[in-house]
C-alpha cells in the first residue's frame, strides 16, 4: 500500500494546486478544467483560505486535495468544500475521507461548526464517500442552461411603468426580500462580492413601488447568479424582461443557472417555460462539527 503524507498548504502551493486540479477532474463526469486565471477568480469568489487547504502527497507528487473556504452559512462559521480531487493513479486509497479526518482537528481549534459541500447527484462514489465522513443531504439542486437564440421571451408583454437598469451600487439586503429560497455557497451575497469576474446587476423598477426584481450574471460566460422578482409582481413580464437586457448584455452563446434549490418551484417553472433545460443534478450537503 502507498505511504501517503498529510498536509495543509500555503499560498506558494497554488500553482501546484491548480495542476493537480486539472489532473484530477479531466475524466469527471463534467470535466473542469479552469485556466490560472479562472482558478484565481474561483479562489476568491468562494473564499478559499490556502492553509485550510489540504493536500495528500506521494513522495514530491500532490495525489489529492480538499479546497477549502471559509465563511458563513446561515450564521455559523463555515468551512466549504470548493473542490476535493483525486488524480486517477492514486484513487481507490480512501484519500477524500482521509483528508477530512486529517482536517477536522484544525477545523475545530479554529471555531468552524460545520462543513458545507454540493456533489453531483450521479457521482455514487463521491456522496457514499461523503456519507461516510458524516455528511448529510440538505438540499437537491438543478442548474439549467439554454443557447441564447432558443430563450423563449414574452415581447412586449412588459408594463410601461416597469423600467429595466443596471445598478451602480446593488441593494444587497433589499434583494433577499424576493427570494424563495437562499443561493447556494458560490451565488451567495459575500461570493458574488468577493468575486474579481466582471458582473452586471440588473434592476426592474416600478414607478409606484420602487424595486419589483433583479438579476445578477456573469456576462462573459452567461452564468445567472441570482434572480428574483417580488412575489406580487410575478407573471406580469419582469422576469421575461429582465432576461431580455441580461441576453443583450452577454457575450457567452448561451445563459446558465447553477445550483438552483428545486423547492424555488415557481422559479423552475419559470426557466422551463423559457426552454431552460436542466443539465445536471447535485445534493448540497452539510456536516456539524462537535468540539
Not at 52 to 78: D, H, K, S
Request: hydrophobic share 45%; glycine share 6%.
Amino acid at each position: 500500500m502507498k505511504e501517503f503524507r498529510f498536509t495543509f498548504l500555503s499560498e506558494k502551493d497554488l500553482p501546484a494546486l491548480h495542476e493537480t486540479f486539472l489532473k484530477a477532474f479531466a475524466d469527471y463526469l463534467v470535466p473542469i478544467q479552469l485556466d490560472w486565471a479562472q482558478f484565481q477568480a474561483k479562489i476568491k469568489r468562494e473564499g478559499v483560505n490556502a492553509s485550510f487547504c489540504a493536500a495528500a502527497y506521494v513522495g514530491e507528487e500532490m495525489a489529492g486535495f480538499i479546497l477549502t473556504g471559509l465563511g458563513e452559512w446561515q450564521g455559523r462559521p463555515t468551512a466549504y468544500n470548493a473542490g476535493a480531487g483525486v488524480v486517477p493513479q492514486y484513487r481507490g486509497h480512501s484519500l477524500t475521507r482521509r483528508l477530512y479526518a486529517f482536517m477536522f482537528p484544525k477545523l475545530q481549534e479554529s471555531g468552524l461548526e460545520q462543513c458545507l459541500l454540493e456533489v453531483i447527484k450521479g457521482n455514487a462514489p463521491a456522496v457514499k464517500t461523503y456519507k461516510q465522513v458524516g455528511f448529510e443531504m440538505t438540499r437537491t439542486l438543478e442548474s439549467f442552461r439554454t443557447p441564447k437564440e432558443e430563450l423563449l421571451l414574452r415581447a412586449g408583454a412588459l408594463p410601461e411603468s416597469i423600467r429595466i437598469v443596471p445598478a451602480a451600487k446593488p441593494s444587497w439586503k433589499l434583494y433577499r426580500h424576493f427570494w424563495d429560497v437562499t443561493p447556494t455557497w458560490q451565488n451567495h451575497t459575500a461570493a458574488l462580492v468577493n468575486s474579481p469576474d466582471t458582473k452586471v446587476t440588473l434592476e426592474a423598477h416600478d414607478q409606484q413601488h420602487g424595486l419589483v426584481g433583479y438579476l445578477c450574471f456573469f456576462p462573459q460566460n452567461g452564468a445567472i447568479a441570482q434572480f428574483a422578482v417580488d412575489k406580487s409582481k410575478r407573471s406580469m413580464g419582469v422576469g421575461s424582461a429582465l432576461l431580455q437586457e441580461a441576453v443583450r448584455l452577454t457575450v457567452a452563446p448561451w445563459l446558465m443557472l447553477i445550483n438552483v434549490d428545486t423547492a424555488a418551484s415557481e422559479l423552475i417553472s419559470f426557466l422551463q417555460r423559457r426552454h431552460f433545460k436542466a443539465v445536471i443534478s447535485q445534493y448540497e450537503m452539510l456536516l456539524p462539527l462537535s468540539a
